[in-house]
């Protein structure tokens, strides 16, 4: 299996910013958690994050994805 973690953080202060961030690569797959738009940046900013298949972070909400 092919999985890359683009983030973990377990002394966040918030659930929400603790959230687990995976990419399984086979067919490209962006498992986003619950990370909101400042995580979001802070991501896309360090990894590939082109994805076929999105699971948008925070439940889809307005604070979780941006157009980028």
């Given amino acids: 299996m092919d999985i890359q973690v ?3 953080n377990e002394e966040a202060s918030d659930n929400n910013d603790a959230s687990i961030v995976l990419k ?3 067919v490209p797959f962006l498992l ?3 990370a909101d738009t400042k995580l979001e940046a802070e991501i896309m900013a360090k990894f ?3 994805s076929t298949i999105l699971k948008a972070g925070h439940h889809g909400s307005n604070t979780s994805s941006s157009s980028p």
Wanted: hydrophobic share 25%; charged share 25%; aromatic share 16%.
């Fill in 24 to 26: 399984y690569n086979k």
């Fill in 32 to 34: 986003m958690g619950d």
């Fill in 48 to 50: 590939n994050v082109q």
């Fill in 6 to 8: 683009d983030y973990v």
